[in-house]
């Protein structure tokens, strides 16, 4: 229920106009299978990497178009981290609209991805979906669009 009465006021002045969102931060265990699977398996791009030795992480963006103008997902990786991480209750899933959906998770189900929600038409009519989990289990809904 959005409706202009719900949502918060704006600063005085305040111009949303130029805000963007620029990416989804994602905490992995295993930077390399996880740069496997959104670049090879799911076909972004990698599009910078950068080691921080005295924070022991490293941080590696990916995404289907740059920074500059598309929303990319940030993958950290914490080097002494060997135990995974709790997804916790909050999070949902990040959504990827793929033009044959079907084709795409036959694909990745031979890959081994996990496919907890085969592609089909939505409960209640509509678009067809399916759920897939990267490396460390977080959901990634695709959405059948041409």
């Known amino acids: 229920m959005d409706d202009a009465s719900t949502a918060p006021a704006a600063s005085a002045g305040e111009d949303f106009s130029r805000f963007r969102m620029l990416h989804t931060m ?30 022991e992480f490293t941080l590696a963006f990916v995404g289907y178009g740059e920074e500059a103008d598309s929303t990319v997902i940030e993958l950290t ?8 991480y709790a ?3 909050g999070f949902g899933h990040l959504a990827i609209a793929v033009p044959d959906i079907y084709g795409a ?16 038409p939505m409960k209640h009519g509509g678009a067809v979906i399916a759920f897939i989990e990267d490396p460390d289990g977080y959901k990634i809904e695709l959405i059948a669009r041409d």
């Open 26 to 55: 994602l905490r992995v265990r295993d930077l390399d299978k996880s740069l496997d699977f959104y670049t090879r398996l799911l076909g972004m791009k990698l599009l910078r990497r950068k080691d921080y030795p005295t924070g």
């Open 77 to 84: 990786y914490n080097w002494p981290r060997k135990e995974p």
């Open 87 to 89: 997804l916790g209750e």
């Open 105 to 120: 998770c036959a694909r990745l189900a031979k890959e081994g991805v996990k496919i907890p929600r085969p592609p089909g």
